[in-house]
Nanobody, 121 residues
Framework: QVQLVESGGGLVQAGQSLLLTCGVS????????AGWYRQRPGHPRELVAA???????TYADSVKGRFTISRDNAKNTQYLQMNSLKPDDTAVYYC???????????????RGQGTQVIVSS
């Protein structure tokens, strides 16, 4: 049974940075793609970033150049480095595992409990 646990959220001011971490257990992390979603108030869930097993990445246009997704297969961990944060980045962030279908990331059904990020202006 795959389990994902996020950490690293918090309250920061606009322009600051946060590093989100997601530990994955119970599955074969090295052969799976991984991704981060967020749920902003009043908005549908959206894919923020994803990374393939081979390291190929994709980002939402709203975070390109500011966020970086990475993975450490030896630690079964994925990361989301968030720089130049904006109030509009305020959301609950969730990590997932999944796969790429062509260039599109498709998440598995399981996700972590989420970590809250609040960016004040």
């Amino acid at each position: 049974q795959v389990q994902l646990v996020e950490s690293g959220g918090g309250l920061v001011q606009a322009g600051q940075s946060l590093l989100l971490t997601c530990g994955v257990s119970g599955g074969i992390f090295t052969s799976n793609a991984a991704g981060w979603y967020r749920q902003r108030p009043g908005h549908p869930r959206e894919l923020v970033a994803a990374i393939s097993a081979g390291g190929r990445t994709t980002y939402a246009d709203s975070v390109k150049g500011r966020f970086t997704i990475s993975r450490d297969n030896a630690k079964n961990t994925q990361y989301l480095q968030m720089n130049s944060l904006k109030p509009d980045d305020t959301a609950v962030y969730y990590c997932t595992t999944g796969s790429f279908i062509g260039t599109r990331y498709s998440p598995d059904s399981r996700r972590g409990q989420g970590t809250q990020v609040i960016v004040s202006s």
